[in-house]
């Protein structure tokens, strides 16, 4: 369905009615142009304003100073330092089996970079691996078969305690 909007002059200021409802159309002056009243309302609350537009601004400025400041560092070379390059020379495996649950036992010494430890699979129960004051309330809980890779210059860092009787852990480090 097309609609017809008729443009009448100014001097013949009327409405249609179309199913009952009033339509007023554009008002044109002498010239063709369109002719608009524009009526004024206080502004909603919390309009912007020109007292309100001072935190937008601010952020627009940082915002442009960043990128200022970033495309001044892109023309820059970046300078690493390389301290080491970490390749293992030395692997080392073992097993430590706590005799007495209940009682915590030390790992060796052996100095390492890192470690992989993985509870024993013939486990009855868990083992509780920490510091010097590991128990079965404070310890990491590792169950039968799980791991945990480490990094660490010391395998004797690490502490043992379990659930039973003659569970262990086995160890493989390097360095």
């Known amino acids: 369905m097309a609609l017809l909007v008729p443009l009448l002059p ?3 200021p009327t409405s249609i009615k179309i199913d009952g409802v009033d339509y007023y159309p554009p008002l044109i002056d002498s010239a063709g142009h369109l002719q608009v009243d524009i009526l004024s309302t206080a502004l909603a609350t919390g309009a912007a304003t020109s007292g309100k537009q001072d935190t937008m601004i601010t952020a627009l400025q940082l915002i442009d100073d960043l990128r200022n400041a970033l495309n001044t ?13 970490f390749i293992p020379s030395t692997i080392a ?8 649950a209940g009682t915590r036992v030390r790992l060796s ?14 486990n009855t129960g868990k083992i509780y691996l920490g510091t010097s004051t590991v128990s079965s309330v404070n310890g990491y809980i590792l169950e039968p078969g799980d791991s945990i890779s480490l990094m660490i210059d010391n395998r004797n860092r690490f502490y043992i305690d379990a659930e039973y009787d003659g569970d262990g852990i086995s160890s493989i480090a390097i360095s």
């Open 10 to 12: 100014v001097t013949k």
């Open 109 to 122: 010494t052996l100095s390492c970079k890192a470690m992989v430890i993985t509870a024993q699979f013939d």
């Open 93 to 100: 495996n073992g097993r430590t089996v706590v005799t007495t």
């Open 73 to 85: 560092v892109a023309t820059q070379q970046l300078r690493v330092d390389i301290i080491s390059l």
